[in-house]
Every structure is written in C-alpha cells, then in structure tokens.
C-alpha cells in the first residue's frame, strides 16, 4: 500500500515537497514513479526513480527532484519553481516488476491514491 502527502496550496514560484510512503513492501529496488493529473487530463509522467538512476519529465526538468529513503522507505518529490500548469492531483507509484518503459502507467502495479497540489498564479 502506498500513502502520498504533502500536496497543497501554493503562490507561483514556491515549493512543496511530496512524499510517498511504502507498506508491506521495500523500495529499496523497485522503481518508484511520480505521476499526476490535471483537470480534464489525462494521467502523465512526471519522475521515477530506481536505484540512483532518476528520470523526468522534459515539464519538470530542472525543477523537481525524486528522491528515496531506503532507511525509512519513503520517495519524495521536491518541487520547486512551481508553475500553475504544475496544478494537479500527484499520485505515487511502484511495481515489482521492472518493464521497459519508464514513463507509462502500465509499467507500474500499485498506486496511491493521490495529493493534491494547486499553484495560484
């Protein structure tokens, strides 16, 4: 089971750093991805991590940061510069099983069940 906080409120520019935290699983090799979703959208990629290998999203590139917390078993994502494009409900993600793609939703079998993030402009 997985558990995202940290979502918020907050002014154009600021941050907000989100975490994930695992139950009855390890991250410590799995990959863990960051996901989220817009209003009227659909569900995208935003980072994964797995070991020290972290991708990103070209949207966020530069701005956010995964992270993980072997010790505790937590994933965060630190979000900085936020825009209000970066609005959206963000959902952690992890899978056992490591499948090719990175970026798409198939790829991961357990899922959170979201935060909430708005960026006023």
């Known amino acids: 089971q997985l558990q995202a906080s940290g979502g918020g409120l907050v002014q154009a520019g600021g941050s907000l750093r989100l975490s994930c935290a695992a139950s009855?699983?390890?991250?410590?090799?799995?990959?863990v991805g960051w996901f989220r979703q817009a209003p009227g959208k659909e569900r995208e990629f935003v980072a994964a991590?797995?070991?020290?290998?972290?991708s990103y999203a070209d949207s966020v590139k530069g701005r956010f940061t995964i992270s993980k917390d072997n010790a505790k078993n937590m994933v965060y994502l630190q979000m900085n510069r936020l825009k209000p494009e970066d609005t959206a409900v963000y959902y952690c993600?992890?899978?056992?099983?490591?499948?090719?793609?990175?970026?798409?939703?198939?790829?991961?079998?357990?899922w959170g069940q979201g935060t909430l993030v708005t960026v006023s402009s």
């Open positions: 993600a992890t899978s056992q099983e490591v499948r090719p793609s990175i970026t798409a939703m198939t790829s991961y079998d357990y």
């Open positions: 009855g699983r390890t991250f410590s090799s799995y990959r």
């Open positions: 991590i797995r070991w020290s290998i972290e």
